[in-house]
């Protein structure tokens, strides 16, 4: 740290920092002991720990579209004007009515809401307001983020996690080896351990040698990064690395300039010094502010000149505890006693401490006192006996676990050490390796030789001076008989030892089954302190080792990860390629109306003056319908299949008859999934003997060119044929209304082609395709042309249709007009559960079968209508919107018997109609049901019928 001074602000109120200190750091050197409320009961909660693991000191830290919630107080580091906020309190954090539940706490115990929660539906939409509302811990910001990401990929030769003793050491010892040296540490600082400890290696202070050593890693070539956090370890050797260039909520240094970076290294070998974690102790009000594990304790009296009480207990079952101790005193803090709860503990420490403070044997902390919100004093089980200490600090050790996350990501396993209590790396099965306190290394001087040996050096000794001597391994503790009050292990969740009790009396013993019904371990720490605590508690309940009673499975990522991180510079505009029609510029002039639709922007209407959508859209079909217009469908899916084996391939893809088309003739035809459900439809062209033209949805345009990739080349690989998509190459503009066929051949100078045939014309000196078919109900025709003839062909069509009483029409007409006709579309009706004859298609299958997904028709299940949903009509009955999505039930609250796909105004007449999939709808034409939509509030009378509302017999579109 240096002696700038820094100004931030906590909930409104400015305080001062100094450069260098977290915000935990911060907040406890201006006195502040409440700085959250807990998950479930609103307890008042303090900070805890001091690193990546705190589970209790969440806040929101930034404004705006940089905020960031539950961040932990423990990972940022002080900014000047950083702006952070308590959470999850109302009205204030200082008076929380949600502190209420914990008068209340036996009625809400762990998994109370798997048997609280239940009814008809009516009953849970109230239930849902007020869970919505309890859920969560920090609000999501509203505004959209304004800063970058970055994505980069890296390789090595050795890439070492962890920059404490044991990573410097390898990494230095690879790099002076000329290896590849990436190294990376989710602190600000190297040193890991040496931060906090008054150690000397190599004649130099700890902190000192850190910093010595990462300047000769980078000198040898090696590459340090500082805030990066390895989240994943994938196949291969791959780990992801999240890096911090800037803090949470903070401006980044240029306006271009990234905030965080994800890093794909790639690393011929992996060497994961990642450390241990310090485990809580298990006993009443071990949640109070004031409560603290102890090697965060002395981080922050070491690296940040924060001394967290004047009056301190410490409880530990290990020397490492006694550590804190010498620290605190050393600190000008009073010791008011050591609880160690080993019967006879030894050693150099010990007998150390014994000369300074009351060290008290087969002691342990059973509960806590508190004056307002902050702890006061420690009641402790000694001997056969109790005492009581007055104490602002309760400084605790229970063991500790080595962070074995990316070992086991990585398909390692697991050992377990008896003597502390704890599972360590075992083998490995990528090429990587844990070292130092990772692997459950606990004497420095050991773990820097076993580092430099890992990172390749010969065999050699660090010269440690360490003044308090080495410490035995740490023990775990052992959860005291008495317990008075509520003796937490998830800190987040509010999970107790209790919690875990009633879970097992409730039979829920598998640990993965405990982990769901109590919540433990589902927070944004993942139980990192809390885990290994739960699960002595189940094993301890089972009367087995903890090994036996299972462990939960580690996920990446290791820490919570900003979604923007991952999605990098893919956001807005590059999140997906945007693609332009041909005719961009056109539509624009014509004052289009854009809607992103799969890749594309296609214009949803043509608004006039004073006009809204619904008017617009309602006009330009009533237009089709009464005159001409024309429609932009260059983004249908378009495929060129030629060959002597054309025919073939195609009836393999296509459920209907293409064969026997005869050359200027189409046919509409649906494409099926192997399980018979559809997964298409478009319409195929014969053009030439060995010539094929197949369009298809736009939605659906990769879908269908991987599946006839797939068939030409996996299942027909025998077939001489080729499938080109030309979706690319042509541009289309149909041309639909009773007019049309004037239109068109007023520019061919030909008789329009009759419904269903194709011919070859020329417009405006363009060489077009024109293909005689109607999605409107209108007689219709798609002219395609060459992409980059396509603003020509526009305007002329456009200037014949205008002068015949009509104009361009968007996607809102369009859906209008095929509802009105009873047309299908892929995503609405065709959504993946439905047959051809659930859609009323099913007539038109070539009976012979050959096709893809003939084989699975043939099931029972599938052979027969009832019980199926079928497509509809909808009428609706009270002059009401229909709104779409909404449930087709005989009473509200009922059980849906399907639902409304698709709405619209009818064009030709007033009032709205609809489509829907209904169960056994062919046989409930006449049937007068609800359209029910709770998310809408909309109740709807409806009257089922035929989907077909416009010319039945089909004689609008035919000659």
Known sequence: MNGETLHFTFDGKRYTARAGQTLAAALLDNGVAVVARSFKYHRPRGIMAAGVEEPSALVTVGEGGRAEPNTRAT?????????????????????????VNGLVARLIPAGFYYKTFFGPPKRWMVYERFIRKAAGLGPAPREADPDAFDHRAAFCDLLVVGAGPAGLAAALAAAQAGQRVMLVEQDRLAGGALLREDVRIDGAAGAEWAQDAVARIVAGGGRVLLRATATGYWDGNLVSVVERLAEPGQAPSRADAPVQRLWKVRAGRVILATGAIERPLAFGGNDRPGVMLAQAVRHYVRRHGVVPGRRAVVATSNDDGYRTAFALADAGAQVMAVLDGRTAPAGPLVEQARTRFAVLADACPIDTRARGKRLCAVIAQVGGGE???????????????????????????????????AFVPGAARQAQASIGAAAGGHDLAAILAQGWQAGGGEARMFAVDDPLGMGTPAEAAMVPDTIRGKAFVDF??????????????????SVEHLKRYTTLGMGTDQGKTGNMAALGRLAQAQGVAIPQAGLTTFRPPYTPTTLGVFAGAAVRDHAGPVRKLRLHAEHDRQGAAWQPVGYWFRPRSYPQAGESLGQASLREARMVRQSAGIVDVSTLATFEVAGPDAAALLEMACATAIGRLAVGRGRYTVMLREDGMVMDDGTAWRLDEQRYLLTSSTGGADRMAQHLSWLRNVMAPQLKASVVNVQEHYGAVALAGPRAAAVLAGLTGAAAPAHMHCARGVIAGIEVLVLAASYSGERAFEVYAPGHHMPALWQALHQAVVAAGGGAYGLD???????????????????????????????????QGGFVGWQALQRPVLATAAGRRHLVGLTVLDGQALPEGAMLVLREGEEPLGHVTTAAPRVAGEGWIGLALLTDGASRHGQELLAWSATRGATVRVRVGDPVFYDPQGARYRD
């Open 813 to 847: 007409a369009m859906d209008h007009l095929r509802v009105e006709k009873g047309h299908v579309v892929i995503g609405a009706e065709v959504d993946g559960r439905v047959t051809a004859a659930d859609i009323g298609l099913g007539g038109m299958l070539r009976k």
């Open 387 to 421: 005492q009581r200490f007055a104490a602002d600090l309760l400084a605790m050790s229970g063991g500790f676990t080595p962070v074995a996350h990316l070992h086991k990501q990585a398909g390692g396993d697991l050992a377990w050490d008896a003597a502390t209590q």
């Open 492 to 509: 987040q969740n509010d999970v107790s030892l209790g919690d875990i009790d009633l879970a097992w009396r409730e039979g829920y013993r």
């Open 75 to 99: 990972d940022v580091f002080v900014y000047q004007g950083l702006v952070a906020r308590s959470q999850n309190a109302w009205p204030s954090l200082a008076f929380d009515v949600g502190a």
